[in-house]
């Protein structure tokens, strides 16, 4: 079983739970950590330490997506994923959108966090389109 912790600058891990629990219902194994402005690097890092601790006592992995490279949530994932003293293994992925936590739900039940981490990555890339006008007019409305 492998659960999920979204690790976000402000408020953008609650807003994609938000919109997922408007599709899926609860999610189950998911959570999240944000770093604020009040509490700073020095918070974030302790509240995650707990988050990972505390999710680890019945995971077979945790899949930290964070929202970008190089920022605070992310170094600090990284801090975790590499760690020979981790409690369980932690991959990190970073570019979190809305489709990337939706298809992580399919994989709660999977135990190769590093497994579903690269399905993730393929999977998401194929979300990303950009918007080019039609070669032919269509009769069809959106």
């Known amino acids: 079983m492998i659960h999920v912790i979204l690790a976000t600058h402000g408020k953008l891990a609650e807003g994609l739970l938000d919109s997922a629990r408007m599709v899926y219902g609860e999610l189950a194994q998911t959570s999240f ?3 604020r402005e009040e509490g700073g690097i020095e918070a974030f890092k302790k509240e995650f330490a707990r988050e990972i601790e505390l999710r680890s006592e019945h995971a077979d992995g945790i899949l ?3 929202d970008m490279q190089s920022g605070t949530p992310w170094n600090v994932a990284c801090c975790h994923a590499f760690s020979p003293d981790a409690p369980t293994p ?3 992925l970073c570019g979190v959108n809305f489709p990337m936590l939706l298809m992580s739900m ?3 039940k999977e135990n190769d966090v590093f497994h579903v981490a690269e399905i993730l990555v393929r999977q998401t890339a194929e979300t990303i389109f950009f918007a080019t006008p039609p070669l032919a007019q269509s009769d069809e409305e959106f």
């Open 33 to 35: 950590v944000s770093l």
């Open 106 to 108: 399919d994989y709660l």
């Open 64 to 66: 930290v997506l964070c």
């Open 90 to 92: 932690v991959a990190a």
